[in-house]
Each structure stands twice: as C-alpha cells, then as structure tokens.
C-alpha cells in the first residue's frame, strides 16, 4: 500500500507552467521558431535545458547554436520566468491542492517534491508549504531528467521507502512515463492516458478519489 507521495510542482501544486511557456514562448518568437501547442505540451516537465533543445529540435537546428549561446537563451528564460514568480502567493495554489496537502497530512503520508525545477524551493516558499515535504529532491544532482525514472527514484530513497509504496502525481507525460518507470502508482492531472489513476483538474484529486479507482 502507498506510505508516500511525490509530487511535481509546476501545473500540480502551483499554477506556474503558464509562466514556464509564457517564458518559452517569447524565447521561440526570438529565434524564430513557430509556437505550437505540441511544442508547448513536449515541454512540460522537462529540465530548462532540454527544453531549449527540444525547441531548436522541432526545427531542426539544434546545430546553429552555440553551447555559449544556448546558456544565454536559458539564462534569458530564466530571468523572465522569475519575473512571473516573483508575484506568487499562496492564492497561487492550485484549486484543490491545499485540502489534499492536509489530508494527506492528518493521515500521515509522507511528502516528498519531485520536480525539475530549480526554483521550486523558492516557490514552496511563496506558496508557503515548503513545510508539508519531508524532503526537495535537488534536481541538480540528476543524471537524466523525466521521462528517466531517476528523480522518482531519488523521491521514494528520500523518504526512505521502496518505490512500489510511493504514489507520483504529474501534469505531464514525461513526468507520468517517469513515474511508471521508476515502479510507482502514476497519478495524472489532465489528459494522460498513460496514468493509472486520471483526474481532469487538480480540484478533483483526494484519497477517496483515488481509491475509487484503485477498486
Ligand atoms: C518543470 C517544468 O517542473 O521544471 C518545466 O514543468 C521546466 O517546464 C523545468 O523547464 C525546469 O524548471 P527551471 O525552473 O529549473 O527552469
Ligand atoms: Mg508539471
């Protein structure tokens, strides 16, 4: 049975990744890289770097680039992504998300951050529940982001439990194939086929919620 959870931060507790491919976005209109929604979709999830790759990819010029100004473009992400976030306040929470915080925490689960983000301690801060997570996993230490199982791994030996009794909750496919890899109950917000519990929106995640469809 679950003992722990893992959670991802942007589009599950905080309502940040509008901020993420806002940033992105106006990166893409300066290169000259058309913004699709598959584009802005391929991205969730995934580190800041890979992300920039990822956009030069989907026109193939991953080569036009140097390294030094592929750190530039990422830097410029960054610097207007922690423009947007600057502002965030527990209003910020994402509908749904501090009820489920409590109750997981009244019944005694054990929480752990499992995102890419290396502002997400910043964040946590802002929204004011860094104190629910028993441990951030520092995504900077990893040696493959999501869809690799790595930082789900990491989440389930930070809380020091065996990955089959931690549950990771995800807005993102690379984040639910992560999960799944890494040999943990997959929740997913939205529309994630490949997760085995599914909610639409964040509003509708609790316990009894998911054991209805664990039944
Ligand atoms: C993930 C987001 O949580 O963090 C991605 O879904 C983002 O969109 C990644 O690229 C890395 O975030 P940051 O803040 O380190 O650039
Ligand atoms: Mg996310």
């Known amino acids: 049975?679950?003992?722990?959870?893992?959670?991802?931060?942007?589009?599950?507790?905080?309502?940040?990744?509008?901020?993420?491919?806002?940033?992105?976005?106006?990166?893409?209109?300066?290169?000259?890289?058309?913004?699709?929604?598959?584009?802005?979709?391929?991205?969730?999830?995934?580190?800041?770097?890979?992300?920039?790759?990822?956009?030069?990819e989907s026109v193939n010029r991953q080569a036009d680039f140097s390294l030094a100004e592929k750190q530039a473009l990422a830097e410029q992400k960054n610097n207007e992504y922690q423009l947007l976030i600057a502002k965030l306040t527990p209003n910020d929470i994402l509908p749904g998300i501090q009820a489920f915080l409590d109750e997981l925490r009244?019944?005694?689960?054990?929480?752990?951050?499992?995102s890419a983000s290396k502002n997400a301690p910043g964040i946590l801060e802002n929204l004011k529940v860094t104190e629910y997570?028993?441990?951030?996993?520092?995504?900077?230490?990893l040696k493959a982001g999501k869809?690799?199982?790595?930082?789900?791994?990491?989440?389930?030996?930070?809380?020091?439990?065996?990955?089959?009794?931690?549950?990771?909750?995800?807005?993102?496919?690379?984040?639910?194939?992560?999960?799944?890899?890494?040999g943990e109950l997959s929740i997913g917000i939205g529309d994630l086929p490949e997760a085995q519990i599914q909610f639409d929106t964040t509003n509708e995640v609790s316990l009894a919620g998911i054991r209805a469809q664990l039944d």
Do not use: C
Not at 12 to 38: L, M, R, Y
Not at 106 to 114: C, P
Not at 150 to 179: C, M, R, W, Y
């Open 147 to 182: 869809p690799d199982p790595e930082i789900f791994e990491k989440a389930a030996q930070a809380l020091h439990l065996p990955t089959n009794h931690v549950a990771g909750i995800e807005d993102s496919a690379a984040g639910i194939q992560s999960i799944n890899a890494a």
């Open 1 to 56: 049975d679950i003992k722990g959870f893992a959670f991802d931060l942007d589009g599950v507790i905080a309502d940040t990744a509008k901020f993420h491919s806002q940033a992105w976005h106006n990166i893409a209109d300066q290169i000259k890289v058309t913004w699709t929604p598959t584009l802005a979709a391929s991205l969730k999830g995934v580190s800041r770097m890979d992300s920039l790759e990822l956009i030069l």
């Open 106 to 114: 009244q019944h005694d689960y054990r929480l752990v951050l499992a």
């Open 133 to 141: 997570f028993a441990a951030i996993v520092d995504p900077g230490l």
